[in-house]
């Protein structure tokens, strides 16, 4: 059974009379485990396929079967249940909230879940990525990188099946992206599920796995051949 | 997401945004307290005009001069000659008014006391000796007038505890057998009449707001004849004997005063016949109308503050946008979101409330001190159904104002939410 299987799928979105085709018959499947990007400039459908596939919105056409299960079946509110559960989400602009602590934010997809020991599990996930030294830091007195490490802290909490990455190195320098992408390759190497979303050639060669995505049809779907491993800058995890 | 949690959440937010939170809450705060001090002002005035009542006694019926509607006050400012002494006689007359225990008329005016060289300006009641049947007092010194005195015109007085007071306790005097020299406020002339003091009446603060230790007592013909120069009187006072007749007496007392004055038909009466208790009835009747106005009032305050509300909620909701489609992102539901804001605009309307009810209950405190000071029986009521519905109109006013930014927000798409900037 794969994690994700996309057959057909299709979105349009209307405007007044207006229809704009952004996704037309996309097909692929992504298996637990793998680690892939999504390449495409703008305006090509790929951040929309990433909302399709986190469950953010629904195809207009097609099926979205994850674990097995076609999501045409699920309401609202369980999806947003699925997505506090199976999905994790690291945005281009980190997304945390202001005025608010470190451990704060990483708990936040904590607050609408069932598990216990909340405390515990935010401190885990903030030390799985080198940040337990700020967990009472208000999100303001961290630097860019160190807010991407805490936003994929936020992302793992709740243990979910597959984490979702938006440009993620899109906001940071070269030396905070590479920490940010050795800390997603090394979750890929535990097994976790990733799924990334760029425009930059560099950056989805960390994947093992590329679709090409051009005005809403897949140009190609292959294999990384040499794939780039990041290095972890040891000044920034310690 | 459980409920606590989503306390502690909201609680976090208005902390850190303080300033606007008091601000914001500053028009519940205001109404809430207007509605617990016309409440508790409207208790202690009715039951300040209850006391009055069973301080002068109960079982009264009063006269006085003059043509009135039943329901309206009298006509200010006239001076009615129609009542005089052989009315007050002829009502003493147990064939003819047969409940009557006791039969007062007064008459009163403005008085300037002398004793020494202390002066002091105060009202005088000129009335006979039925006074102390009719009225509840205790003597503090030596005795009122007697029906003798009262007949024969002495010239004495009896004193309000307050009048004592001011002219005896720097010498350390016995009031009692000492001359004081009374004329009207009206003449200028000099001297006025020398009266003996024969007693003070224990204090005993106001009473349909006068002041009853201000005051001094004489005979009703000494006030009559010596210091004001006219021949009818201001009041009666009639004590019945017992609740249930006095109806009947009020009759009777109509039928006396018409045959005395004779007057046929009801329409020409030159007199009004009351109930004292009815009088204080009306006088509650009016303080009721009042709260009823001003609570009025006080719930548009309700109103404008939960405009306020409505306000920042929607601002709130559209600064926040961005943190909504965050919270969408990681699995709330429209729900959790709903439920969020709205708890949030009922925490602050029960915040605003809760500073009302203390700065309404405080500042009642305060007027009731201020009542007492001024020597009026006034009592601290704050009763338990204002507070209860402060609360609830607070609570209520998040729910109403709060329903539809929560809604808005909960609407907000996760996607666009996460892009706003």
Do not use: H
């Given at each position: 059974m794969n994690l994700i299987n996309i057959k057909n799928l299709k979105k349009e979105y209307t405007t007044g009379d207006v229809i704009t085709p952004v996704l037309n018959d996309i097909n692929f499947k992504i298996d637990k485990g793998e680690f892939v990007a999504i390449m495409g400039p703008s305006g090509s459908g790929k951040s929309t396929l990433m909302h399709i596939l986190s469950f953010l919105e629904r195809g207009t056409d097609g099926v979205y079967e994850f674990k097995g299960q076609d999501i045409k079946d699920f309401d609202d509110n369980y999806l947003a249940e699925l997505r506090n559960k199976e999905i994790g989400f690291v945005f281009q602009s980190f997304n945390l909230l202001p005025r608010t602590t470190v451990l704060d934010n990483v708990k936040l997809p904590l607050t609408y879940s069932k598990l216990k020991n909340q405390e515990a599990l935010a401190k885990k996930s903030l030390e799985s990525v080198g940040m337990s030294h700020r967990l009472n830091y208000y999100t303001n007195q961290i630097s860019g990188g160190e807010k991407q490490r805490v936003a994929i802290a936020r992302a793992l909490v709740c243990d979910p099946a597959v984490i979702f990455a938006d440009e993620p190195t899109g906001n940071l320098d070269s030396k905070s992206g590479n920490t940010v992408m050795f800390l997603l390759q090394q979750l890929n190497d535990q097994g976790r599920t990733i799924i990334l979303v760029t425009h930059e050639t560099d950056t989805a060669n960390h994947a093992k796995r590329i679709i090409r995505i051009k005005d809403g049809n897949i140009l190609s779907d292959e294999q990384v051949k040499k794939r780039t491993i990041a290095e972890a800058d040891k000044d920034l995890i310690k | 997401m459980n409920s606590f949690s989503v306390i502690k959440l909201v609680i976090k937010n208005l902390r850190a945004r303080k300033g606007r939170t008091l601000l914001t809450i500053l028009g519940i705060t205001i109404g809430v307290a207007g509605v617990i001090i016309i409440i508790s002002l409207g208790a202690g005035a009715q039951s300040l005009i209850l006391g009055q009542v069973t301080k002068l006694g109960s079982n009264l019926i009063y006269v006085n001069p003059g043509k009135t509607a039943e329901s309206g006050a009298p006509i200010p400012g006239l001076i009615i000659t129609s009542l005089v002494n052989s009315d007050a006689n002829a009502l003493r007359d147990l064939n003819r008014v047969p409940y009557a225990t006791a039969v007062n008329a007064s008459t009163q005016g403005a008085a300037n006391v002398t004793w020494g060289n202390k002066s002091v300006d105060t009202n005088f009641l000129g009335t006979d000796s039925e006074y102390s049947k009719t009225i509840n007092f205790t003597m503090k010194l030596g005795q009122f007038f007697s029906a003798a005195e009262d007949i024969g015109g002495a010239n004495v007085v009896v004193l309000g505890s307050a009048i004592s007071e001011k002219l005896f306790s720097d010498s350390g005097v016995n009031p009692l057998g000492q001359v004081i020299k009374v004329k009207s406020a009206l003449q200028d002339k000099a001297g006025g009449v020398p009266l003996r003091v024969i007693g003070v009446i224990e204090s005993r603060g106001s009473s349909f707001f006068q002041n009853q230790d201000d005051l001094i007592f004489i005979p009703l013909v000494v006030g009559q004849q010596q210091i004001l120069g006219i021949h009818h009187l201001q009041s009666i006072y009639i004590k019945v004997d017992d609740a249930a007749n006095m109806d009947a007496t009020i009759a009777s007392v109509n039928t006396v005063l018409k045959q005395q004055h004779r007057i046929q038909n009801d329409i020409n009466n030159d007199f009004t016949v009351r109930n004292l208790a009815d009088a204080a009835d009306l006088l509650s009747t009016i303080t009721d109308?009042?709260?009823?106005?001003?609570?009025?009032?006080?719930?548009?305050?309700?109103?404008?503050?939960?405009?306020?509300?409505?306000?920042?909620?929607?601002?709130?909701?559209?600064?926040?946008?961005?943190?909504?489609?965050?919270?969408?992102?990681?699995?709330?539901?429209?729900?959790?979101?709903?439920?969020?804001?709205?708890?949030?605009?009922?925490?602050?309307?029960?915040?605003?409330?809760?500073?009302?009810i203390i700065i309404g209950v405080v500042v009642s405190y305060l007027i009731s001190l201020l009542m007492k000071n001024l020597g009026y029986d006034w009592e601290f009521i704050v009763s338990l159904i204002s507070i209860v519905l402060s609360v609830g109109v607070s609570v209520f006013t998040g729910i109403a104002f709060g329903l539809f930014p929560a809604i808005k927000a909960a609407k907000l798409d996760p996607i666009d939410a996460l892009r706003y900037e």
């Open positions: - | 109308a009042l709260s009823l106005f001003l609570v009025a009032m006080a719930a548009i305050s309700l109103v404008v503050g939960g405009i306020g509300i409505l306000n920042i909620m929607v601002a709130t909701v559209a600064e926040r946008t961005r943190e909504i489609g965050l919270r969408k992102a990681v699995g709330a539901t429209k729900k959790a979101i709903r439920n969020q804001f709205l708890l949030e605009a009922v925490l602050l309307t029960s915040l605003g409330g809760f500073i009302g």
